[in-house]
């Protein structure tokens, strides 16, 4: 027996935002298991590997957003793709800048530094910015 896919709804602003959130921690996770992986492995400074771990873990939500948080699958790929690098090159630097100036200028911890800027980043950039740009609908109206 075949199974019927039926598209989800669009659920509004509340709605795309907690899919957000969830996916910002799935790729948060990735990103931070990269990051971790790069300093206490490699030995690398942690405003590098934060690069690093952000641009991994920004590939996993790159795909998320598109199929899960926005449902945006009717969009061009390639267009889409375009639009989140520029994004995430702006989150990268974000982040990085964030990690130097919390860790290596005032000496917190930088995991506990990377948590502080990484939710700032995701709430204050990511999200609207990945709604009304990256993943918007043009005739269809707001996600």
Partial sequence: ??????????????????????????ATGI?????????????????LATAVGAAVGGTSNFLLGRHWIFSAQDGQA??????YVLVSAVSLVL???????????????????????????????NYPVQRMFVYRRSAAGPL
């Fill in 31 to 47: 990103d931070f298991g990269t990051m971790s992986a790069l300093v206490l492995l490699l030995g690398l400074p942690a405003a």
């Fill in 78 to 83: 390639g267009e889409q793709g375009i639009r």
């Fill in 95 to 125: 982040n990085a800048a964030g990690e130097y100036l919390l860790h290596d200028r005032l000496g917190l911890q930088y995991l506990l530094a990377r948590g502080i800027i990484a939710s700032l980043v995701s709430v204050v950039w």
């Fill in 1 to 26: 027996m075949n199974a019927v896919v039926v598209p989800r709804p669009r659920k509004g602003l509340a709605s795309s935002f907690g899919r957000h959130q969830v996916g910002a921690i799935l």
